[in-house]
């Protein structure tokens, strides 16, 4: 079952990551906003950055480093995901880290 609050919330952080692209200030408007992660703590960077880079909130997983499609709602489109993947490597080149290996393109896939 879907919690509407929870996909309220990664929908939320998505689309904000996409207009600022920045893991500490998407936690700081989640804060803003009364967002808080699962146990109710305030999100972090880090906890914003794991949410990015779970492609189950698109309908996937990882299972033997190939994605597979789970029966899960999808709360956000492959098209954002990948957008979301593709900002965080940039950011990552600007200062110097190497791309996530766990970093996936839905579109890599061919779906």
């Known amino acids: 079952m879907l919690d509407p609050i929870a996909a309220e919330t990664v929908r939320y952080i998505f689309d ?11 936690a700081r408007l989640c804060s803003t906003h009364g967002f808080t992660g699962q146990r109710g703590k305030p999100f972090t960077a880090y906890s914003v950055s794991k949410i990015l880079r779970n492609p189950v909130y698109c309908g996937y997983r990882v299972f033997n480093g190939r994605l597979r499609p789970v029966k899960t709602p999808v709360i956000i489109p492959p098209e954002d ?13 600007l200062v110097g880290r190497k ?9 890599e896939i061919g779906e």
């Open 99 to 107: 791309c996530r290996k766990t970093t996936i393109r839905i579109n």
């Open 16 to 26: 904000m990551y996409l207009i600022v692209q920045s893991l500490s200030d998407v």
């Open 81 to 93: 995901f990948d957008e979301v993947q593709q900002l965080l490597c940039a950011r990552n080149a």
